[in-house]
């Protein structure tokens, strides 16, 4: 399995959202839930219509974890679950394919590799840059890597930084700026 990395530039997700958004509105919905809550792609996957339909919250017990998680659904996200749930069964998966299949892993990946890709993007991505996408603008907004920590499910601060590219990233600015 490759490292990939977290989109850090916001031009850039907001391409990669316009890209997903022509294919379908599944697409740039799945991507919205991992930048913007930063679930795993097994737990988005795993989400069906009554998880979100008509909710304020998510709940879920992760698959990797097995750790109970509750969060709100944000501004962005609850006009996305209304227009895409409106005509579908409750018990239903929430992300489907053409068939009638839940959708797979293997699928997500190639869907968001391949938009990045088109978007001009450089690095290695894959379903997982969504998760790090989170974790990498949650930490440059709010600064606080014990919360993140706590949200992420990780067991210290430096697995977070390190997760999320924080520790390179300073790493490198600290060489860049060490001249004698």
Known sequence: MSIVEPIRNVKDIKKVE????????????????GTNCGLRISDILALNVKDVKNKNFIQIVEK??????????????????????????????????????????????????????????????????????????HYKKFKDIVMLQKILNHSSPETTLRYIGIEQEQINKSYTNFVI
């Open 18 to 33: 316009e890209i997903l958004e022509k294919q379908s509105l599944r697409n740039l919905l799945f991507f919205t839930i």
């Open 64 to 137: 990797k974890t097995g750790k109970f998680k509750k969060f709100p659904i944000n501004s962005k996200l609850k006009p996305m679950f209304e227009e895409y749930t409106k005509d579908k069964d409750l018990n239903s998966p929430l992300f489907i394919t053409k068939f009638g299949n839940r959708l797979a892993r293997v699928a997500a990946y190639y869907i968001i590799r391949n938009a990045c890709e088109q978007a001009g993007l450089e690095d290695k991505f894959g379903t997982h840059t969504m998760r790090k996408t989170f974790g990498y603008h």
